[in-house]
T-cell receptor, first 108, second 113 residues
């Protein structure tokens, strides 16, 4: 069975500090990994996906198949990054399996 | 439309009442998914449609849950004889096709009292 684990419910950092939101997954195969973000009072939206290898809003995530991880990183956090972040995986374009989410709070 | 639209945004139901939640996907999107998000948790898959065909309903928690998409566009999630454990946010998402980005609605927050 596929599973996504986000060990931190809450991550609090100061503005300008580096951020790493952890995500580990279990899946026997080659899943596609995503990070979704939900800003306050907004809908869930895609932040980035591993196959695109993009940097979005300064965030990057590298798929580490050996450690089955897909951690989200940003070198310098901004206050507007405060949001709920969900790691998710899918196989063959089918339904998403989400982690429990991490609330990122960036303090001024 | 501008995005995936869900209605109502909020629904309070008495235990035992039937409810119907509506999802209007983005026009032309073939795939439609329903998810249930309990408080403090991530969304969990309920069911999936490709056009009007319900291809996967393995996530529906009981036979009180029923979903349909009769014309391959608007979808309705129906919950019969609601229970307190059904209280959650119900999210709808649509994709143009598989392997493309999923766009989410704002969700319907159901509270069963």
């Amino acid at each position: 069975a596929q599973r996504v684990t986000q060990p931190e419910k809450l991550l609090s950092v100061f503005k300008g500090a580096p951020v790493e939101l952890k995500c580990n997954y279990s899946y026997s195969g080659s899943p596609e990994l995503f990070w979704y973000v939900q800003y306050s009072r907004q809908r869930l939206q895609l932040l980035l996906r591993h196959i695109s290898r993009e940097s979005i809003k300064g965030f990057t995530a590298d798929l580490n198949k050996g450690e089955t991880s897909f951690h989200l990183k940003k070198p310098f956090a901004q206050e507007e990054d405060s949001a709920m972040y969900y790691c998710a995986l899918t196989r063959a374009g089918n339904m998403l399996t989400f982690g429990g989410g991490t609330r990122l709070m960036v303090k001024p | 439309g501008a995005g995936v639209s869900q209605s109502p945004r909020y629904k309070v139901a008495k235990r035992g009442q039937d409810v119907a939640l509506r999802c209007d996907p983005i026009s032309g999107h073939v795939s439609l998914f329903w998810y249930q998000q309990a408080l403090g948790q991530g969304p969990e898959f309920l069911t999936y449609f490709q056009n009007e065909a319900q291809l996967d309903k393995s996530g529906l928690p009981s036979d009180r849950f029923f979903a349909e998409r009769p014309e391959g566009s608007v979808s309705t999630l129906k919950i019969q004889r609601t229970q307190q454990e059904d209280s959650a946010v119900y999210l709808c998402a649509s994709n143009y096709d598989l392997n493309t980005e999923a766009f989410f609605g704002q969700g319907t927050r159901l509270t069963v009292v």
